[in-house]
């Protein structure tokens, strides 16, 4: 994904790896390709992605964190490796994020934007802009027999693996980390994490205003009491720098433009969504 996007274009397999899926299970769930609008899931809202499958077996990396990797030949969950550039299929990673909007039925109706009240904490509210990342942190050879052992079903399920005493479920709950950004992220906030505006679907223009400080070292702790001890002290002061970025592709986004509109999170309801994926061993 690409968290600069704002509108779709339907041929990018890059785009079709993003998917968002309108929960209802006493119903009919339905797939969007972006944030659904019009429309309040009953059983929440599913963010789903899928990581490429094909590698060129040679680059570890690339300039842009992309290039070494390429989609599967008809698309991001369906096809072979058979572009030759890419000729190494590998496991693949599908990411789904569980949001749970239906308690904020009731509240739609406060939102600046009722038929989409959402907006991802980078500013996003359509959903194209959602992206993720893979770290692989694993001992090799664990993970090699992870995925030789763990075959109870063919949809990664960890719990094979638990049952075969590979791994515990439970240990990724006993590891925290401290705060890596000066920065208020929880509560009720006056703006979006890096002063970020709320930008207008369809809207050429938007502007990235700030960084905020990095803060070093980051601690780990294996206890929740952890998180209140001290953080690192500021190694990267923040940044303050306005940025024009354009989007790209074709708008197809069919909500309330908001280009005319302030986005000032004071008049409207906002839900931030942050989520953060952390492989992390502590020891």
């Given at each position: 994904?690409?968290?600069?996007?704002?509108?779709?274009?339907?041929?990018?397999f890059?785009?079709?790896?993003?998917?968002?899926?309108?929960?209802?299970?006493?119903?009919?769930?339905?797939?969007?390709?972006?944030?659904?609008?019009?429309?309040?899931?009953?059983?929440?809202?599913?963010?789903?992605?899928?990581?490429?499958?094909?590698?060129?077996?040679?680059?570890?990396?690339?300039?842009?964190?992309?290039?070494?990797?390429?989609?599967?030949s008809?698309?991001?969950?369906?096809?072979?490796?058979?572009?030759?550039?890419?000729?190494?299929?590998?496991?693949r990673?599908?990411?789904?994020?569980?949001?749970?909007?239906?308690?904020?039925?009731?509240?739609?109706?406060?939102?600046f934007?009722p038929?989409?009240?959402?907006?991802?904490?980078?500013?996003?509210?359509?959903?194209?802009?959602?992206?993720?990342?893979?770290f692989?942190?694993?001992?090799?050879?664990?993970?090699?027999?992870?995925?030789?052992s763990?075959?109870?079903?063919?949809?990664?399920d960890?719990?094979?693996?638990?049952?075969?005493?590979?791994?515990?479920?439970?240990?990724?709950?006993?590891?925290?980390?401290?705060?890596?950004?000066?920065?208020?992220?929880?509560?009720?906030i006056?703006?979006?994490?890096?002063?970020?505006?709320v930008?207008?679907?369809?809207?050429?223009d938007y502007?990235?205003?700030?960084?905020?400080?990095?803060?070093?070292?980051?601690?780990?702790?294996?206890?929740?009491?952890?998180?209140?001890?001290?953080?690192?002290?500021?190694?990267?002061?923040?940044v303050?720098?306005?940025v024009?970025?354009?989007?790209?592709?074709?708008?197809?986004?069919?909500?309330?433009?908001?280009?005319?509109?302030?986005?000032?999170?004071?008049?409207?309801?906002?839900?931030?969504?942050?989520?953060?994926?952390?492989?992390?061993?502590?020891?």
């Amino acid at each position: 994904g690409d968290p600069a996007l704002r509108t779709l274009d339907p041929s990018s397999f890059a785009q079709q790896a993003v998917t968002f899926l309108c929960l209802d299970f006493s119903g009919q769930s339905t797939r969007y390709n972006e944030l659904p609008v019009d429309k309040s899931c009953p059983s929440g809202i599913r963010s789903q992605i899928n990581f490429p499958s094909c590698w060129d077996g040679v680059n570890v990396d690339s300039e842009d964190h992309r290039s070494h990797v390429a989609f599967l030949s008809t698309g991001p969950d369906n096809g072979t490796c058979l572009d030759p550039s890419y000729p190494v299929t590998l496991p693949r990673i599908f990411m789904e994020v569980y949001w749970y909007t239906q308690a904020f039925d009731d509240r739609r109706n406060e939102a600046f934007t009722p038929s989409q009240p959402f907006v991802f904490s980078n500013g996003d509210p359509t959903g194209y802009g959602y992206h993720a990342d893979f770290f692989n942190g694993w001992n090799p050879a664990v993970l090699q027999h992870a995925l030789t052992s763990c075959t109870c079903n063919p949809y990664g399920d960890p719990t094979c693996c638990a049952a075969q005493g590979i791994f515990t479920l439970n240990q990724s709950s006993q590891c925290y980390i401290s705060n890596t950004i000066d920065e208020k992220v929880f509560g009720n906030i006056s703006t979006l994490p890096g002063a970020n505006p709320v930008q207008a679907p369809c809207y050429e223009d938007y502007v990235a205003s700030e960084t905020p400080a990095i803060l070093e070292p980051v601690y780990t702790y294996t206890t929740m009491e952890g998180t209140m001890l001290p953080s690192g002290t500021v190694a990267t002061p923040a940044v303050t720098v306005d940025v024009t970025q354009k989007a790209a592709g074709t708008c197809i986004w069919t909500g309330s433009s908001m280009k005319t509109k302030t986005s000032s999170v004071t008049q409207s309801l906002v839900l931030v969504l942050i989520f953060w994926t952390l492989l992390e061993l502590c020891s």
